[in-house]
T-cell receptor, first 112, second 109 residues
Framework: DTEVTQTPKHLVMGMTNKKSLKCEQH?????MYWYKQKAKKPPELMFV???????INESVPSRFSPECPNSSLLNLHLHALQPEDSALYLC???????????FGPGTRLLVL | ELKVEQNPLFLSMQEGKNYTIYCNYS?????LYWYRQDPGKSLESLFV?????AVKQEGRLMASLDTKARLSTLHITAAVHDLSATYFC?????????FGAGTRLTVKP
């Protein structure tokens, strides 16, 4: 298995909802990442997990809560989001921290 | 703070001609990447450049790195339509990845 998978592909949620994004890889990669990408903009790094521990948190609001249950899984828990949080959320993984990152297909999120 | 600048931001290319995209960055880095993104899709890794003078080629694309000038170039040879996409350079420093704004390429016959 040589890919990063993300579910769901699309998500529509209200500002009072709680939802989670899921990312999975079975390549034995030890680093996993969450990015946010607004339309026609570059991806922005949100979180980095290295060996299942949070190593970078780019001053992301607390309404985004990452979780790494094991080395293959990465979740992003969403609560009380704002319409401006609507974006494509990309997960990536790399063999080790700092090595080439491989991106999943993304979850397109719309907050109403 | 690590900053990454790409230019041009838009590039309209004629088939068969050669073009170059430039990527400048502000501080020393560990690695430099080039990614391709098709509309509505995720990012595809093209190249990773690790050291000064590194050059990598794949098909019509060639990337190079000059760490002293903090500059990478992506050279396109004899553009064809299927190269139309957005190309990002990204710089990794201490596992903190920063992307350039992206260059939107379109190839016209």
């Amino acid at each position: 298995d040589t890919e990063v998978t993300q579910t769901p592909k699309h998500l529509v949620m209200g500002m009072t909802n709680k939802k989670s994004l899921k990312c999975e890889q079975h390549m034995g990669h030890r680093a996993m990442y969450w990015y946010k990408q607004k339309a026609k903009k570059p991806p922005e790094l949100m979180f980095v997990y290295s060996y299942e521990k949070l190593s970078i948190n780019e001053s992301v609001p607390s309404r985004f809560s990452p979780e790494c249950p094991n080395s293959s899984l990465l979740n992003l828990h969403l609560h009380a989001l704002q319409p401006e949080d609507s974006a494509l959320y990309l997960c990536a993984s790399s063999q080790d921290p700092g090595e080439t990152q491989y991106f999943g297909p993304g979850t397109r999120l719309l907050v109403l | 703070e690590l900053k990454v600048e790409q230019n041009p931001l838009f590039l309209s290319m004629q088939e068969g001609k050669n073009y170059t995209i430039y990527c400048n960055y502000s501080t020393t880095s560990d690695r430099l990447y080039w990614y391709r993104q098709d509309p509505g899709k995720s990012l595809e890794s093209l190249f990773v450049l690790l050291s000064n003078g590194a050059v990598k080629q794949e098909g019509r694309l060639m990337a190079s790195l000059d760490t002293k000038a903090r500059l990478s170039t992506l050279h396109i040879t004899a553009a064809v339509h299927d190269l139309s996409a957005t190309y990002f350079c990204a710089v990794d420093r201490d596992n903190d990845m920063r992307f350039g704004a992206g260059t939107r390429l379109t190839v016209k016959p």
